[in-house]
Structures are given as structure tokens and as C-alpha cells.
């Protein structure tokens, strides 16, 4: 037998001994150790399995409710294959929206990153181009209609960061860990969400000299601790977690918000933030889409609306933004920079954080960082 039929047997005997484990039922499926699942999902990663035995094993992990071990075995197995680059500044904030994109809201979280450059803050976006379950407009997907280049590799991507007139940058998955994003096919297939939706948008990509900031979002109430804990375990700094739009970075403009965070790789806290307190007054809890990118039939992926025109609407408005237009866009890049900007301890209050959020929108600052290259 030759050395990579011996592997493959291998892979095969551990996926095996694995599903034998989590997929017996609800009264006597077993939990996998951090060991075994680490081991099952570099087979997975490496192909050394048949794409069905890593389905049924995604599947079966997932409708089993994968433990503190299987997520932490999974997040490994992901950095173990990232391409993990440092850029030439001391610290980044890393801001990992849902990879599946967004269906229902307008997403303008994608200009986020060049309004926190703007506020002096280097922060990095990442995704793909598409991915169930959702398969909506991604941050790949509406900043190349805005202009952007989305296929820097990850040294292109960190030097943006470190440039003094960039400070922000989008790098994709296909970049920085090409076997995870060689599964994007077979994720569509199994339509649940697998065990790499909870853990793909922890790697931070691209990361400081000394402190690397995440900010994500959450739909889920028992996701806080979950996140904070696998985030210290990826050596993240801090944590701002914000239960946002659609599971976003960007919270609701109509109500309060409720952030747990971590500073240091302390302890989880929580803090409410309100958009009252900032003069935001709307009645919706995001921008919709207009009505041209809603569609009665499904599409090709089976979704109920046309991510391409979605993203190219998104793409719009958040061009409009930048340039200074008002409305309940610039209410959202406010309100969710500001909210980064208290994580970071870079103002005393609010009203003082949004108030310097303004200013590098209405100077433009803002739309010049995102246009320069």
C-alpha cells in the first residue's frame, strides 16, 4: 500500500470511528474530544475523506450540537491551514460578518472598515463570495461593485492596513485558507450550517504587532460565551460581540443593543448601547432593499432575492454615504463605528465617539480612505 492510500485509510477509519460516535441518536450520541475532532476536520480540510462521509459527519455533529471541544478541535484544524500575515502596525480590528451574506437589509457594514481607518482605527474585513445556508450579498460581493479589488492575497491585504493613507482592507477565504474555501460547494449541498459558520470568522487573517481586536455579531442567545471563549483561544486581544442586524456587526437603529465584550482576554462583560443617545431616531431597524432586487420566484440558489443586485444596491448606498448623504445608511455606520470606537476605549462617551464619526464622513475622510489604492 502506498503512503497516501495508507492516509487516506486512515482518514477514512477516524471520520468513521468519529460519526460512530455523534450519530446514534439523541440518547446515545457521544461528544467527540478536542483530539478527535481536530484530527476529523484536517482529514476534511486535506480531502483525504469521500465528500459524503464529511457530509454525514458535518450533519451528524451539527444536529448532535457541537460542544466547547468540537468547536475548539474545528477552529484549530481552520488556523493550522490560514495563512496568518502581520501587518506593520500594532493594532488591527478584525470585523468578521455572517460569510453567508445578508437577504433581508441593505448591508453597509462593508464601509465600515474605511470609516474606522478614517477615525484613525486599521481594521480588516473578510468572506466569500458566496455560502449557504443564506447565500445573500456578502462583503466580497458589494465591495467589488464599489469598486474594490477582492482578490488581494494576504501580503497585498496586510500592507493596506499598514499603509498610513489606506489603514483598511478586504481579504478573501480563497486568500487566506483555500482548503476551507474549497468546501463551499459541498456546504451548499448540506444546507445546514456547519460547524465552519461558527468558527471560520474567528481566524483573524490579518493581524496587529502587539493586539488584535474582533468585532462580530450573534443572533443567538447562547452564542456569547461560546464566541468569547474560542476568540481568546485564537490569541484575539478583545471581543466587542454585537446581536446585530441579521446576525451583524451592524446593530438596529429603532432599539437598543446589547454588546458583550472582553478586554485583554479578560472576563465576558456586557454593556447597552441605545441609538437615542446618539440623535439616531428611526422607526426601521436597518436600510431594505429596494424593490427591483426582491424577486417572487426563487433564484437559481433557491433564495428568495438576487444577491448580485442586492450587493450592487448595497454597493450604492454605501458610496452615497461615504460622500456624506444622510438617512438611515450613515445612522448605521455611526452607530455601529461608534460602538467600536467605545470598545476601544478611544472616547470617554458615545456622543463623542459618534460626534468624530461624523466628522470623517462630512470632511471626507471617509470616502477617501475607500477610494484610495
Same mark, same amino acid.
Given at each position: 500500500?502506498?503512503?497516501?492510500?495508507?492516509?487516506?485509510?486512515?482518514?477514512? #477509519?477516524?471520520?468513521?470511528? +468519529?460519526?460512530?460516535?455523534? =450519530?446514534?441518536?439523541?440518547?446515545?450520541?457521544?461528544?467527540?474530544?478536542?483530539?478527535?475532532?481536530?484530527?476529523?476536520?484536517?482529514?476534511?480540510?486535506?480531502? #483525504?475523506?469521500?465528500?459524503?462521509?464529511?457530509? *454525514?459527519?458535518?450533519?451528524?455533529?451539527?444536529?448532535?450540537?457541537? /460542544?466547547?471541544?468540537?468547536?475548539? @478541535?474545528?477552529?484549530?484544524?481552520?488556523?493550522?491551514?490560514?495563512?496568518?500575515?502581520?501587518?506593520?502596525?500594532?493594532?488591527?480590528?478584525?470585523?468578521?460578518?455572517? %460569510?453567508?451574506?445578508?437577504?433581508?437589509?441593505?448591508?453597509?457594514?462593508?464601509?465600515?472598515?474605511?470609516?474606522?481607518?478614517? +477615525?484613525?482605527?486599521?481594521?480588516?474585513?473578510? @468572506? *466569500?463570495?458566496?455560502?449557504?445556508?443564506?447565500?445573500?450579498?456578502?462583503?466580497?460581493?458589494?465591495?467589488? =461593485?464599489?469598486?474594490?479589488?477582492?482578490?488581494?492575497?494576504?501580503?497585498?491585504?496586510?500592507?493596506?492596513? @499598514?499603509?498610513?493613507?489606506?489603514?483598511? /482592507?478586504?481579504?478573501?477565504?480563497?486568500?487566506? +485558507?483555500?482548503?476551507?474555501?474549497? $468546501? !463551499?460547494?459541498?456546504?451548499?449541498?448540506?444546507?445546514?450550517?456547519?460547524?465552519?459558520?461558527? *468558527? &471560520?470568522? $474567528?481566524?483573524?487573517?490579518?493581524?496587529?504587532?502587539?493586539?488584535?481586536?474582533? !468585532?462580530?455579531?450573534?443572533?443567538?442567545?447562547? %452564542?456569547?460565551?461560546?464566541?468569547?471563549?474560542?476568540?481568546?483561544?485564537?490569541?484575539?486581544?478583545?471581543?466587542?460581540?454585537?446581536?446585530?442586524?441579521?446576525?451583524?456587526?451592524?446593530?438596529?437603529?429603532? #432599539?437598543?443593543?446589547? !454588546?458583550?465584550?472582553?478586554?485583554?482576554?479578560? &472576563?465576558?462583560?456586557?454593556?447597552?448601547?441605545?441609538?437615542?443617545?446618539?440623535?439616531?431616531?428611526?422607526?426601521?431597524?436597518?436600510?431594505?432593499?429596494?424593490?427591483?432586487?426582491?424577486? +417572487?420566484?426563487?433564484?437559481?440558489?433557491?433564495?428568495?432575492?438576487?444577491?448580485?443586485?442586492?450587493? #450592487?444596491?448595497?454597493?450604492?448606498?454605501?458610496?452615497?454615504?461615504?460622500?456624506?448623504?444622510?438617512?438611515?445608511?450613515?445612522?448605521?455606520?455611526? %452607530?455601529?463605528?461608534?460602538?467600536? $470606537?467605545?470598545?476601544?476605549?478611544?472616547?470617554? @462617551?458615545?456622543?463623542? =465617539?459618534?460626534?468624530?464619526?461624523?466628522?470623517? $464622513?462630512?470632511?471626507?475622510?471617509? %470616502?477617501?480612505?475607500?477610494?484610495?489604492?
Amino acid at each position: 500500500m502506498s503512503i497516501e492510500s495508507s492516509r487516506k485509510a486512515e482518514a477514512r #477509519q477516524c471520520l468513521r470511528a +468519529c460519526i460512530d460516535k455523534i =450519530a446514534t441518536g439523541p440518547e446515545y450520541s457521544k461528544n467527540l474530544s478536542f483530539d478527535e475532532a481536530y484530527a476529523a476536520m484536517r482529514y476534511i480540510l486535506a480531502k #483525504q475523506v469521500d465528500p459524503v462521509q464529511s457530509a *454525514v459527519f458535518l450533519i451528524a455533529l451539527r444536529m448532535k450540537r457541537e /460542544t466547547d471541544a468540537e468547536n475548539s @478541535g474545528a477552529l484549530r484544524a481552520i488556523m493550522d491551514l490560514t495563512g496568518t500575515v502581520t501587518a506593520s502596525v500594532d493594532e488591527v480590528v478584525d470585523l468578521a460578518d455572517p %460569510y453567508d451574506g445578508y437577504t433581508r437589509y441593505l448591508p453597509i457594514s462593508p464601509f465600515l472598515p474605511a470609516v474606522l481607518a478614517a +477615525c484613525g482605527v486599521r481594521a480588516v474585513s473578510h @468572506g *466569500v463570495e458566496t455560502v449557504a445556508p443564506k447565500q445573500g450579498a456578502t462583503h466580497r460581493k458589494i465591495l467589488r =461593485a464599489a469598486g474594490m479589488d477582492v482578490d488581494l492575497d494576504t501580503k497585498q491585504a496586510a500592507a493596506r492596513v @499598514g499603509d498610513p493613507k489606506i489603514g483598511w /482592507t478586504y481579504v478573501d477565504q480563497r486568500a487566506f +485558507c483555500p482548503a476551507l474555501h474549497d $468546501l !463551499v460547494g459541498l456546504r451548499e449541498l448540506i444546507v445546514k450550517r456547519p460547524v465552519f459558520s461558527t *468558527v &471560520e470568522n $474567528l481566524t483573524g487573517p490579518i493581524r496587529g504587532r502587539s493586539r488584535t481586536h474582533l !468585532v462580530t455579531g450573534y443572533v443567538h442567545k447562547a %452564542y456569547p460565551p461560546v464566541y468569547a471563549r474560542l476568540a481568546r483561544e485564537a490569541g484575539l486581544a478583545s471581543m466587542a460581540l454585537i446581536r446585530g442586524v441579521e446576525g451583524g456587526v451592524l446593530p438596529s437603529l429603532r #432599539q437598543s443593543v446589547r !454588546v458583550y465584550y472582553y478586554q485583554d482576554k479578560g &472576563e465576558l462583560q456586557v454593556r447597552e448601547f441605545d441609538p437615542k443617545d446618539i440623535g439616531i431616531q428611526q422607526s426601521i431597524r436597518a436600510l431594505p432593499p429596494p424593490e427591483h432586487v426582491t424577486s +417572487c420566484a426563487h433564484q437559481a440558489n433557491g433564495a428568495d432575492i438576487d444577491a448580485d443586485a442586492l450587493a #450592487q444596491a448595497a454597493a450604492e448606498a454605501g458610496l452615497e454615504t461615504l460622500d456624506g448623504a444622510p438617512g438611515p445608511a450613515r445612522d448605521g455606520l455611526v %452607530y455601529a463605528a461608534a460602538i467600536v $470606537l467605545m470598545h476601544l476605549r478611544r472616547f470617554e @462617551g458615545m456622543p463623542q =465617539a459618534a460626534d468624530a464619526v461624523h466628522a470623517v $464622513l462630512d470632511n471626507g475622510a471617509a %470616502y477617501a480612505r475607500f477610494r484610495s489604492s
